[in-house]
């Protein structure tokens, strides 16, 4: 008997080593994540975005991964351009395996978010988190009931903008109302919030008194800042351009020269450490919606914790690199955070990781500081308001988190 019973077992441990155990490999893969970022091309390289993600690749690996799974950011550079973007995407759906290949977490520009609603939402339907915060795409005609399958990390640009109304509200200080002129690129991501902006301000008793289309390689707009100070604004509201577009310092400089008393607003890629750079002394001032957090605020658990990983992997960030570098580690353990609720309902699908980020309740490993929030509209919701210091090279927060679903209804 006791021969049997040690034969049996003799027998089950060859075979437990020579046939493993199918479960163990099918429960350890590498999951991939597909990450479309601007590394290049018209609107400047934000090669800091890569290395946060390159980084927070590592650190989420060398804990062992996501429950034991591997996590590969998939990094390819869009360009900005909506045709490479597109080659990108449809190339990583056409090659990778769909049990891997469980999300997108990128740049996506608006432009590719269009022009693959139907692949993406009603074909393929693979969650895509977006740095974009398109109102078509987000807003009220757009959000989880058109686009079942399309994220963002931040409110859309007419929330956005709404936020600044109310700050402009709140700091005016004339008896008359606030006169606005509004300057914004010849682009879709420009033209976005026009509308819902011209409803907003009838709301809130401010006055557009000027408004200006501006080409984001435009080397001289002095006419029409010109325009602009005939107007005699109290306000600028500059929407629809990047530090590196050729405009951005041109423009800053121009009003800085004639209208050195009137305040410029601009919404989250305005609010960007490299803005400052690209302004130099012209950007102090500068007043701005951003849906992230700043790398000086080290008493921030998320910030401290791309400090440390960047320290230990002997990065030294450039200035006007921080806050893409703190966006790739967003976006990174925003993915990631996504594929462990996934894994641990025991649904690691693309359907799986959709329903994960729509009960989500984190908080970015402290990013808004314990603040709750839902994220059911497929937006985070939060947001602050900053103001520009050339001097001390960095933006200050002027508010708390906001939220905008409690502070624009």
Known sequence: MKTCFRITVLLSLVCLFVFPCPTTHAQSKVIEIGAPIPLGGVGGAYVGIGWGYTDCQAYINEKGGVR?????????????????????????LTMEPKDQLLLFCGNLITGTLKAMSDKINKEVRIPSISLSYSVEMFGKQGGPAKYPYYFSVGPDYSQQVGLLLRYIKKVHKKKSEPRLAVVYSPTEYGRDPLADLKEDVKKLGIKIVAEEEMAITASDVTAQVLNIRKAKPDYILWHGFLPGMPVSTVFLKTVKQYLPKVPILGTHYQTVMGMITAGGPAADGLIGVSTSVMWHETNNPFVKLAHEQAKKRGREIPVGEE??????????????????????????????VKKALEASTWDFDGMYEGATFSYASHKVPMARIFKASYAQKRWNAMTPWLNVDKELK
Do not use: Q
């Not at 034991?68 to 990583?92: C, F, M, Q």
């Not at 893409?324 to 641990?344: E, F, P, R, S, T």
């Open 68 to 92: 034991g799974h591997k996590i590969a950011y998939l990094l390819e550079d869009n360009r900005w351009s909506v045709p490479t973007e597109i080659a990108v995407i449809n190339r990583l």
């Open 323 to 352: 806050s893409n570098y703190i966006g790739g580690w967003m976006l990174g353990l925003m993915g990631a955070h996504a594929v462990d609720v996934a894994a641990a309902s025991g649904d690691m699908t693309r359907e799986g």
